[in-house]
């Protein structure tokens, strides 16, 4: 890989301190309420959801961003990735990584051949593995409607998936809420896709990623006005930011010249 004036202005978004990032050029984010480090930045100041946040997870830095810091005259590439989960050079296995190994593979600039693009996501990841019990448990609603769901991987879309982990009906409830010129598209990524791009992971220009957030910050004030926050418990708390997970795969490739770059899960507490 060659690189040149590519560099990433990257932001990690946490809740707890990521001891082993400390002395690198990533600029390390606290996502929560509670102080974490008086280095890391933090999203409670100035224009904010941060009362949000078990609602938003990391959303809530990303509309601080957008409302404080974007600088749409800039053509530098910003980027976000989050505790345990990172962009890399290549494509390493988890439960393989040494520390060091680790933070040699960080991405911290494009290379220069896919500087065409205009963003990048997280490679992709499949839905449709799901263990026949558990789409009986969970799923049983949509079993209803298409008994083929327990026999046919390809049925066991994004809409099954989201459906089943994160509430019946609030995706179809929220696709309504947007714009003509998205709503019928994503809505059908949604039921004919196996695969979306994870954890709201985005490397973009800042007139791009200030599209997407005006995009998806209206949309979801809407689902907000619509379901609320108290249906959602436990798991399904973090409802706004699964819609944006889902959303951020379509949206991208849909607006921008979008390419996929390897992430890793790493824990090092």
Known sequence: LSFMDNKIEMYCLTHKRVNFLEDLNYNLVNISSKPISSNYLNCDTQENIINKEKYYAELTFHYWYWKNKINTSEDNWIGFCQRRRFWTKIKILENKIEKNEMKKNLLTEIPNELSKFESFLCESVKVNKIKKMKIIKKGFRSLLRNPNILFDEN?????????????????????????????????????????????????????????????????????????????????????????SERYISYWFKKYSKCHELPWTFFEND
């Open 155 to 243: 049925k066991q879309t994004l809409s099954f998936q989201f459906n089943m982990q994160h509430g019946y009906n609030i995706l179809e409830q929220s696709i309504e809420l947007l714009g003509n010129e998205d709503k019928y598209d994503f809505f059908d990524f949604m039921n004919n896709s196996v695969s979306f791009n994870p954890h709201n992971m985005v490397i973009a220009k800042p007139k791009i990623l200030n599209k997407w957030y005006k995009n998806l910050f209206t949309w979801l004030d809407k689902c907000e006005s619509k379901l609320g926050f108290s249906q959602f418990k436990n798991y399904e708390t973090r409802i706004y930011a699964f819609l």
